[in-house]
């Protein structure tokens, strides 16, 4: 077998499995995939790996957290569809070869500083994000790096991407939670120093781990209070299917409560379209489990 076709059985055995615990995998676009994922819950999501023999799966190190919560407009929540980097120490020259001290090796920074950012430790993922885009990024033990600004999250932000997922390296706390950019991570692996002499680039679009989690481009990644849960592509569909069921029924237990005890309605009891219609609607199986 040549290399070509080695890598191509590596990617069909990554989407649908070697046999074992087989699924009937259903293709559908990122964009069905995004609405089907719409206001998805962590619980419901575990519960519906769980039915499809996924027990403890996917499901992220509770130390993987929010940085800041929303429980009035929720929208610290999010489901989308993952794009991988992986960041880690660097082995190279921590600093320029030259006495920093004198101001006259100041253009001598400046050019190692820029060569850094653009070639070792620069952003090669930020062509894939794209509407509903989830930024998860294996960053652990990249020498206190903050890879993860108050800037830049939000050009990630401006290209279409929902949250970020990482193992720490945050900075600028302050100005990414009064901007709102949805983010967890481990708040106690966040970085302070910037990356020039501390970290560089190994990985794009390739499998990386998170929180003790696999991750694969274009697995469903959904976060809460709860947590993360990374959801493979390979049962993506039946998952969100039974998530959404889970939810629906939720929804319609917890509202008659509200009316009953006399409570405000919130948009956590708001009614959601019936599942055999809605999944009508997707072009996917009325029944799941059939």
């Known amino acids: 077998m040549n290399r070509k076709n080695l890598f191509i059985c590596m990617i069909l055995v990554n989407l649908y499995g070697t046999g074992m615990h087989a699924q009937n995998v259903v293709e559908v676009s990122d964009e069905v995939l995004l609405e089907l994922y719409r206001g998805a819950r962590v619980a419901d999501v575990v519960d519906g790996l769980a039915t499809v023999g996924y027990t403890g799966v996917g499901v992220m190190d509770p130390k993987i957290a929010p940085l800041w919560r929303d429980v009035k407009d929720m929208s610290h929540r999010f489901a989308g569809i993952a794009v991988t980097?992986?960041?880690?120490?660097?082995?190279?020259?921590?600093?320029?070869?030259?006495?920093?001290?004198?101001?006259?090796?100041?253009?001598?920074?400046?050019?190692?500083?820029?060569?850094?950012?653009?070639?070792?430790?620069?952003?090669?993922?930020?062509?894939?994000i794209k509407k509903g885009t989830v930024i998860v990024m294996d960053n652990k033990d990249d020498n206190d790096t903050g890879s993860t600004g108050s800037n830049?999250?939000?050009?990630?932000?401006?290209?279409?991407?929902v949250g970020l997922v990482t193992a720490g390296g945050i900075r600028d706390i302050d100005e990414i939670i009064l901007q709102r950019n949805p983010v967890y991570t481990n708040y106690f692996e966040r970085g302070r120093g910037e990356r020039i002499g501390r970290n560089e680039i190994i990985d794009v679009q390739r499998p990386v781990v998170v929180g003790g989690v696999l991750v694969h481009p274009g697995d469903v990644v959904v976060a809460d209070s709860d947590g993360v849960v990374v959801v493979p592509r390979r049962v993506a569909v039946r998952v969100g299917q039974i998530a959404y069921q889970e939810l629906v029924d939720d929804i319609a237990g917890r509202r008659r409560l509200y009316e009953r005890l006399g409570l405000e309605l919130d948009e956590t009891v708001a009614?959601?379209?019936?599942?055999?219609?809605?999944?009508?609607?997707?072009?996917?199986?009325?029944d799941p489990n059939k």
């Open 85 to 128: 980097a992986r960041y880690g120490p660097t082995n190279r020259p921590m600093y320029p070869g030259a006495d920093l001290t004198k101001p006259e090796n100041y253009e001598v920074y400046r050019k190692w500083r820029g060569e850094w950012y653009n070639q070792i430790s620069d952003e090669p993922f930020t062509q894939y």
């Open 152 to 161: 830049n999250i939000m050009s990630w932000k401006d290209k279409g991407a």
């Open 271 to 286: 009614e959601r379209e019936k599942p055999e219609a809605f999944f009508k609607q997707l072009g996917l199986p009325a």
